[in-house]
């Protein structure tokens, strides 16, 4: 699990052994399914790194609603940006999906990083900058039939994992939207056979 994540820090321009400190650093976590990372208003004390698994990131409001916010699948860095940058509370909840394998890196590290304003601190805000403007552009461009296609195209796996009121929410859509476009795509599948 450690050797994962140094190659993704030696991807970023981290040297061998700045990357060997960084890793000497986590904790690896096994953790089963639906187990909770962070709970929403709750102040984070580190940021993740998935190593083998899914995980889901939502908001959830006072009336019970989960809206889902981001999706997470193996070797991807999981951070809260809002709460390092304003010293926050975590405004999403963070949960595994499925059983997953994570290592655990002190949050004290991030902010240290963006203090001396490091190299791989900038690698990864840009990279998740890049992945907000992704969204933002899937969400304003493409109808919510289209948007559902690309993420069943692009996310084949990531489908099969997560529950139709997940993907609704972060497709943008209500449930009930979903179910009838997927009835649609599947009746258009059967007339072209």
């Known amino acids: 699990m450690k050797a994962a994540l140094h190659q993704f820090l030696l991807q970023f321009g981290l040297s061998d052994e700045d990357a060997q400190a960084v890793t000497a650093q986590a904790t690896p976590l096994e953790l089963p399914?639906?187990?909770?990372?962070i709970h929403q208003g709750q102040t984070a004390e580190h940021f993740y790194f998935l190593a083998e698994g899914v995980c889901h990131a939502c908001y959830l409001t006072e009336e019970g609603r989960a809206f889902s916010k981001e999706f997470y699948w193996e070797q991807e860095t999981i951070?809260?940006?809002e709460a390092l940058t304003t010293?926050?509370?975590s405004p999403f909840?963070?949960?595994?999906?499925v059983a997953s394998r994570i290592l655990a890196l002190p949050i004290r590290l991030l902010e240290q990083w963006r203090?001396?304003?490091h190299p791989l601190y900038t690698a990864l805000l840009e990279r998740q900058l890049t992945f907000k403007e992704n969204k933002e552009r899937f969400m304003l461009m493409y109808s919510p039939e289209e948007r559902y296609r690309l993420f069943?195209?692009?996310f084949a796996l990531l489908d099969v994992q997560i529950t139709d009121k997940q993907l609704a929410s972060y497709?943008?859509?209500t449930a009930t939207s979903l179910s009838r476009i997927k009835a649609r795509q599947d009746e258009d599948k059967?007339?072209?056979k």
């Not at 399914?33 to 990372?37: D, E, K, Q, S, W």
């Open 79 to 81: 951070i809260g940006f």
């Open 93 to 97: 909840l963070l949960e595994t999906l």
């Open 33 to 37: 399914t639906r187990h909770i990372l």
């Open 152 to 154: 069943a195209s692009n």
């Open 190 to 192: 059967g007339l072209k």
């Open 87 to 89: 010293h926050g509370h």
């Open 115 to 117: 203090t001396q304003q």
């Open 171 to 173: 497709l943008g859509i």
